[in-house]
């Protein structure tokens, strides 16, 4: 495993005024487009935290069979390996005709492990078309949902949740966002998740209502 990185500060300045040193917190992930939607989300909430990602090491399975054990999977091994409080995220996409699938499988759907994050997500945006060629607009209902969570390594474990509701379209619109975005149309916007600017995204998603709660219990552990 990698090195333990040390945490710059106090934990008690989480709460801290704007200026004062932050608590380093490792998120459980190396995709990049997650840590800065992430980080925008936490800044939002005016945590004093730093979110760093996860160095690189050993790739933690995902055996859980949902998005919680997922995510405190994630987490715990996060903790273990940084000596850091950890968040990690489980999400995907539910989709009411395919019986809440992808699911926990939602970014390895198509079975690509090659190319880039754009190619495979690509590649699960096809075939989750082609599974729904012939399903009408009023039975492509679906969500995203998130869970979130903060594990530290003293053992403290919290999971918070966020669900947002849609339809899918029948081809993408929008260069925004990622994974599913450009077929999700949320309900009562106009526009795809990828259309939308990162604020608005981030003002209705899973992972904002999960994490703005997770923010909140974040600041209560870290000043405890």
């Known amino acids: 495993m990698s090195a333990k990185p040390t945490a710059g500060t106090d934990a008690a300045a989480a709460g801290a005024p704007a200026g004062s040193p932050k608590v380093r917190v490792v998120l459980a992930s190396r995709n990049e487009a997650k840590l800065t939607e992430l980080r925008r989300i936490l800044a939002a909430s005016g945590l004093a935290v730093e979110l760093v990602a996860l160095p690189d ?19 715990r091994a996060a903790a273990e390996q940084t000596g850091l409080p950890a968040v ?14 992808p699911g926990v499988r939602s970014a390895r759907w198509s079975g690509r492990r090659d ?3 754009a190619e495979r997500d690509e590649a699960n945006n096809a075939l989750l078309l082609a599974q729904l060629d012939d399903v009408p607009q009023a039975r492509r209902g679906a ?5 979130a969570a903060l594990v530290t390594p003293g053992g403290v474990e919290r999971v918070t949740h966020g669900e947002l509701r849609g339809v899918l379209l029948t081809e993408p619109r929008g260069q925004g966002g990622f994974g599913y975005d450009p077929l999700f149309l949320a309900d009562g916007q106009t526009r795809t998740n990828a259309e939308l600017t990162a604020a608005e995204k981030d003002a209705i998603s ?6 703005r709660d997770l923010a909140i219990l974040l600041r209560e552990v870290l000043a405890s």
């Open 143 to 147: 969500a995203f949902v998130c869970a």
């Open 57 to 75: 090491g050993e790739e933690v399975a995902e055996t859980g069979t949902t998005f919680a054990e997922n995510a405190l999977i994630k987490a």
């Open 88 to 101: 990690a995220d489980d999400s995907g996409l539910a989709v009411d005709e395919l019986s809440g699938m």
């Open 115 to 117: 190319g880039t994050r």
């Open 206 to 211: 899973h992972r904002g209502l999960a994490f």
